[in-house]
């Protein structure tokens, strides 16, 4: 039989969250972090990269056919970008209500976007859409050794785990 912390462990997702050249330009990293942090997330990957114009496209391969996607990747491989990987029960779904609709004049009061943000274009954040999005994102930005796993000492109130 599982034990609860197995059960627990189990049940951790993960996600990758991207702070967007924009977003690092304005000095907004401590802001969105704290954001995941307070909630409750544990932060178990980050660096600050410029990626390359076609580590853009391959990120964003999904949306080749639109009309945006050329600025699109131009925006995001003119850097830097912060790319993190938080981990938590639900984080896949709950970070995309923490970030807020794509187009930020959508997205409600109180979340990144909807604070922090004004046009499309400049929307500051990238959250993986999905856990199988948010696998194939996590793979593409992070080696696995650039993952760190640690008990962080405020799981057991967060979760209500012993
Ligand atoms: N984007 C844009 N114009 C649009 C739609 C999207 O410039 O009309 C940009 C925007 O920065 C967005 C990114 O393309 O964050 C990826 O689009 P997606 O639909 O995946 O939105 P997201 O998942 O970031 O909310
Ligand atoms: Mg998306």
Redesign the pocket.
Known sequence: MLQQQEVHAAEMERTFIAI?PDGVQRGLIAEIISRFERKGFKLVAIKLIKPSKEFAQKH?H??KE?P?FN??CDFLSSGPVLAMVWEGEGVVTYGRKL?G???PQKSEPGTIRGDLAVV????II??S?GPETAKDEVNLWFKPEELVSYTSNAEKWIYGVN
């Open positions: 967007k964003y999904d949306l639109r945006f600025g699109l970030i609709a794509t187009d499309v274009g400049r929307n990238h959250g859409d």
